[in-house]
């Protein structure tokens, strides 16, 4: 590791640990090695490779939510507000006597999640389970849940009352939201790659300059991206 690098990952290391994000373990009989992500910003990003741990985990079967469910639900409506949940899976406290079974290894120590960290097998359905839970009674009135994306939507008339209720649940669960990400009450917006408005579904433009912008495909891996792209 370079000794740039080097700082600032004990500089980001010292954060986590600072907002309780991750604490120091002496010794566990579960180890994960780390694994540096670099945005195109410069910033890093501290992430843990958890393969050996995923292949003796037990799949959770909870469904996760289908996207052309969702898109259907909330197409055609007059208004809508997009909401984003901050930094979601941070928000999932995991029990004590899990927590060991996170720890990842550094040169500075070994660290143990004490929240649930990206890269777990079941992390998405885990996730996707607590939203479903704590909004079920508004799923399909006036909300839709897609992960840490949420939608409430409907009439003009009804649409502050149905934010105070959804702010109201969050306040009670404790569920904190990431204000600069969120939308509020406009008539249209992006959601899972499409335009949802009062006239139903849009592509993304986009999305759609973007498959214009691509190659002819030559190869196996070219036609694979092309088909990322399309679907």
């Given amino acids: 590791m370079n000794p740039n690098l080097r700082v600032k990952v004990k500089e980001e290391i010292d954060k986590m640990i600072a907002s309780g994000i991750i604490e120091a ?8 090695p780390m694994v540096i992500s670099i945005k ?4 890093i990003r501290i992430c843990v490779d958890y393969r050996d741990l995923n292949v003796v985990c037990i799949i959770d079967p909870f469904p996760t939510p289908f996207t052309e469910e969702i898109l259907e639900g909330v197409a055609g409506r007059e208004v809508y507000s997009f909401i984003d949940g901050f930094s979601g899976y941070h928000q999932v406290r995991i029990v004590k006597e899990d927590q060991r079974k996170m720890n990842f290894t550094t040169e500075w120590g070994s660290f143990a999640y004490t929240i649930m960290p990206f890269g777990l097998k079941n992390a998405p359905v885990v996730f996707s389970r607590i939203v479903v839970q704590a909004f079920q009674d508004f799923i399909h009135k006036f909300l839709q849940v897609y992960l840490d994306d949420w939608t409430v939507y409907g009439l003009v008339k009804d649409h502050c009352d149905n934010l105070r209720l959804m ?6 669960l404790r569920i904190s939201l990431n204000i600069k990400k969120c939308v509020f009450t406009t008539p249209f917006g992006t959601l899972l790659g499409h335009i949802i408005c009062k006239e139903g579904l849009l592509v993304d433009p986009a999305k759609v300059a973007v498959i214009v912008g691509l190659r002819e495909p030559t190869s196996q891996s070219t036609v694979r991206r092309f088909l990322g792209h399309t679907g």
Avoid: L, P, T
């Fill in 25 to 32: 373990v002496e010794e566990s009989e579960w180890i994960s």
């Fill in 40 to 43: 195109k910003d410069g910033r």
């Fill in 167 to 172: 702010f109201e649940r969050c306040w009670q």
